[in-house]
Each structure stands twice: as C-alpha cells, then as structure tokens.
C-alpha cells in the first residue's frame, strides 16, 4: 500500500499565496504520478494539476494555468503544489492522488480521477475575499 499524506492548507487572503506538500510512501514504482483535485463545499471533486516521475510532464487544469505550479522532489517522492494569486473560487480541501501505473504521451489521462490508485485525506484551503 501507497501511504499519501498532504499538508500545507490553511487560510490566506484573495492575492495571496500557499504552498501545499504531498508525500507518497510504502512503495516503490518505475513509474508513476502524483496529482492534486480539490472538492469544494457543494461541488464535485475536479482536477487541479499532476505530473509524472518518470518524464516530469506537468499538466494544469485551466482553471489555475498561470497561477499553480506543480513540482517534485524524486528522492523524497514528494510533490507539491504552488498556488499563487489565490481566489475565493479557489476555495477547496485539495487532495493528493498517486497514479501507480500511469498512461505515458498523452496527458490528458492525468486528469481522470480514476486513474488514481491512492489518495490522501485532504487539506483545507480556504480563500477570503
């Protein structure tokens, strides 16, 4: 089992900026990705961003293009999610997916929740206007 854990949420103003951090263990894979989706109060739960270890591919929900920024840490297994000039509408408990067998070329795939094997519990990121 692939044990994920997020952190990094909390509050910040609209403008401001946040970093959050997801930490994959217990197991090891030639390939695979890490994703985040956020679930706001009310809606359904949506991509944000991913990318692969094996190719480092990133890939952004248009929704954050320009503002997010995804990036990792291969020896720690580690992503994280840059999120700047933050809105209300970003308002969310973003979750952290590892995708243990991901889809190599296309990217779009990366946004398929349900490609995603493990997920972690979730951190809250609150946005005030």
């Known amino acids: 089992q692939v044990h994920v854990v997020e952190s990094g949420g909390g509050l910040v103003q609209a403008g401001g900026s946040l970093r959050l951090s997801c930490v994959a263990s217990?197991?090891?894979?030639?390939?695979?990705?890490m994703g985040w989706f956020r679930q706001a109060p009310g809606k359904e739960r949506e991509f944000v961003a991913a990318?692969?270890?094996?190719?480092?591919?990133?890939y952004y929900a248009d929704s954050v293009k320009g503002r997010f920024t995804i990036s990792r840490d291969d020896a720690k297994k580690t992503v994280y999610l840059q999120m700047n000039s933050l809105k209300p509408e970003d308002t969310a408990v973003y979750y952290c997916?590892?995708?243990?067998?991901?889809?190599?070329?296309?990217?779009?795939?990366?946004?398929?929740?349900?490609?995603?094997?493990?997920w972690g519990q979730g951190t809250q990121v609150t946005v005030s206007s």
């Open positions: 217990g197991g090891t894979f030639s390939r695979y990705a």
């Open positions: 990318t692969r270890w094996n190719d480092g591919i990133t």
């Open positions: 997916a590892f995708d243990r067998d991901p889809i190599l070329g296309p990217v779009a795939p990366m946004a398929q929740n349900v490609r995603y094997d493990y």
